[in-house]
């Protein structure tokens, strides 16, 4: 039973390190998410301002 606890715990970890692996391009594709909702937020409130100061 020790050795099956064993394996499942070298398949655990082998799982983990081959998620760290990619953490980089996690990092840069987190980055560029919250850079594009930050643009569509101020797009936002530019439009609203806009729209508030455009003639009637």
Known sequence: MATYEASLRRRRE???QA???NKP??????ALLQSF?????LAGIL???VHSAAPR
């Open 14 to 16: 082998a799982a983990y």
């Open 37 to 41: 909702a930050v643009l569509l937020l």
């Open 47 to 49: 439009a609203v301002w």
């Open 19 to 21: 998620t760290r692996r």
């Open 25 to 30: 391009l996690d990092g840069i594709a987190r």
